[in-house]
């Protein structure tokens, strides 16, 4: 675990309880300075910030812009860590299928695409949309927020929507009637579909790494 007396920012927009985030950060990073914060400065002054999200990306956008977070996320993620969490992954890229279309930050290329209902996988399989609970996330690249985390160990995700994007930012993907990228980096960013404050063991671990990452390709 880090013994590093970083600060951390915990974004909040007004789309949810943060708290669990916030106290895993605690428990992996207990010298951390850990804030939940409404104010963009925060931000700026923080060693590394995670981009929480829940809800309809509709609301979330609203909320998102309204708060000026989206002004000043690019400057953030070309300056320091960050990690995106389930609808904020999504909020990062250019659109997404929910609430009946919507544009997001356009910071990584791609779209959000609805799983559809019914979901069939191709054994003609019906499958549950949301895809809730435990899943296998196969690691695509070698990156320090990995690191100590088994190949296809699983983590908690609660969607309907998934990420379509470009292969070379892929870092680890899941299967749920469609192969949908589980978590993506670029650059300062790493983000993940799943909640890693609700995957026990190995999502404490990424929390983890995520504190003692350097940002890059930097451990």
Known sequence: MTDFADRIAVIDYGMGNLHSVAKALERVAPRARVSVTTDPRELQRADRVV???????????AAIRESGFDRV??????EKPVLAICVGMQALMAHSEESGGADCLGLLPGRVRFFGDPL????GERLKVPHMGWNVVHQTIDHPLWAGIAQ?????????YWVETEPQLIAGSCAHGVRFAAALHAGNLFAVQFHPEKS????LRLLANFTDWGGGDRC
């Open 120 to 123: 069939i996988d191709a054994d």
């Open 73 to 78: 996320l690019p400057e953030v993620i070309a």
């Open 200 to 203: 026990h063991t190995d999502g």
């Open 51 to 61: 981009f929480p999200g829940v809800g309809a990306i509709g609301d979330c956008m």
């Open 152 to 160: 296809d160990s699983r983590f908690y995700f609660v969607h309907s």
